[in-house]
């Protein structure tokens, strides 16, 4: 396969993992991970989470307290390197907080794996972007 259909295919499977978090469905993430020890994940301001189990129940308590996130993902970097693809994106995120929209924007690293014929996830990474501007994008 040429890397530009490979990179189609990492950014369909990213694009995924935000529709994923968008509907608040722990049943899409769970599709989208790779249950091993070896995964990583570390939100924003949180610690850092190692292996499937507790990367699980980390977005369960997201899920659980969050009314309505939205995202537009922008500044997309992709980079392949056999059966590693790593992201590199902004997430521009509208949310409620109390009942507020607040807007933020996150620097995400998203690595995935390929296996056999599936890529998924190995490790996220978001850190708050300070004196973040929104894009001038309608949604």
Not at 10 to 32: C, D, G, P, T, W
């Amino acid at each position: 396969m040429k890397e530009d259909e490979i990179i189609v295919q990492v950014q369909k499977i990213n694009s995924e993992f935000y529709h994923a978090f968008e509907n608040l469905s722990i049943e899409r993430m769970e599709r989208l991970w790779k249950h091993k020890d070896s995964v990583v994940c570390i939100h924003p301001g949180w610690d850092l989470f190692t292996g499937w189990l507790a990367i699980r129940e980390s977005w369960i308590t997201i899920f659980r307290n969050t009314e309505m996130i939205k995202f537009i993902i922008t500044n997309t970097k992709v980079r392949v390197f056999d059966n590693i693809a790593v992201v590199v994106c902004l997430e521009n995120i509208e949310t409620l907080v109390n009942g507020e929209i607040v807007r933020l924007g996150v620097i995400a690293t998203n690595i995935f794996e390929q296996m056999e014929k599936q890529w998924l996830l190995i490790h996220h990474h978001g850190s708050s972007v300070s004196n973040y501007i929104p894009p001038n994008i309608s949604s």
